[in-house]
């Protein structure tokens, strides 16, 4: 009814049209109604996926609540903290604190603090985590560790090993190191220095929670154009 009076309109007010005009404006009318409804259909799809993400942002700051919880008692001894750190929850632990200067082997109170985190993080049997070792700047080249690139990953290694004993899966465990590419301050005095020595823990995040590639691809196109003077079939006279 809506073309049909839109079409009846164009007609009084120009008068007596040729065939040929007519189609050509109902071909416009029907590929504008056409952008509408497409336009229309990614409207939805974005606010259902808005509202997707929304729920997952939720989520995630309650896991965080219910981790900092968990480590609370850790926490206010000093010995490690929990922050977020590019959506990932991460618990950041002093590797003054759990290794002797220059060694991958952990000290005994450094035995003790991993293990205390490998049994709290065994609970959570269905994420995965990744322990990344960090270092200062200061060059180390030592015959066990030629670079921090070796000293990053011997710690993050043998700390991977104590959670395994300690009851975490070896499968959802993994090591990495950064050596001194990602300081948390300068290195420019021997305090922030201490604070670039560090293990940390990272709460892979979920990604089966991502849209597939096809989603992403899907929203990244623009809207097709229907064909100047092309009519959907359905509607062919």
Known sequence: MQ?????LFLSLSVGCVAK??????????????QQVTQQQQRITKLEADLQKTTRLAQAAAQKLLEIRKEFQPLIDRGVL????DEGRIVIGMAADVLFPSGSAELSTDGRATVTQVAKILAKRSDREFQVEGHTDSDPIGSSAFPTNWHLGSGRAIHVVQVMITAGMRADQISAATFADTRPVESND???????NRRIEVVLLPDLSTLPSYDALMEHGRPPRKARKGHRPASKRR
């Open 3 to 7: 073309r049909l009076a839109f079409l």
């Open 81 to 84: 903290e929990v922050t977020v």
């Open 20 to 33: 040929s005009e007519y189609l050509a404006l109902e071909n416009q009318y029907d590929a504008a109604q």
């Open 189 to 195: 005095n021997v305090k922030d220095k201490a604070k």
